[in-house]
């Protein structure tokens, strides 16, 4: 059963920091691109973050650029999003999700979801 479960959210105050986790069961984990995607109330999905294999290239929306860091361990089928200088308005859902096609700045290519963390900013 191919999954993506995605943990790590939690209640953090504005400049403060937070880790995600995106453990990854049921597929070749290094044969996939993973990325972050985040979802406000009443806002549109955004695509933040990714990270490809084999060579390693991330990439990053404008809006998280400098602030937040993906990385990836394949010995442990996890991809990791470090979160910096938080801000109230970073506040969302955020999933990760995989994709084999090398498409990995299109949304559309993602085929494979995990289930939401919630990162909340707020002091």
């Known amino acids: 059963d191919v999954q993506l479960q995605a943990s790590g959210g939690g209640l953090v105050q504005p400049g403060g920091s937070l880790r995600l986790s995106c453990l990854a069961s049921?597929?070749?984990?290094?044969?996939?691109?993973i990325a972050w995607f985040r979802q406000a109330p009443g806002q549109e999905r955004e695509g933040i973050s990714c990270i490809t294999e084999p060579d390693g290239r991330t990439y990053y929306a404008d809006s998280v650029k400098g602030r937040f860091t993906i990385s990836r361990d394949n010995a442990k089928d996890t991809v990791y999003l470090q979160m910096t200088s938080l801000r109230p308005e970073d506040t969302a859902d955020f999933y990760c999700?995989?994709?084999?096609?090398?498409?990995?700045?299109?949304?559309?290519?993602?085929?494979?979801w995990g289930q939401g963390t919630k990162v909340t900013v707020s002091s």
């Open positions: 999700a995989s994709t084999k096609s090398v498409a990995v700045r299109q949304d559309a290519a993602y085929d494979v």
């Open positions: 049921g597929f070749t984990f290094d044969d996939v691109a």
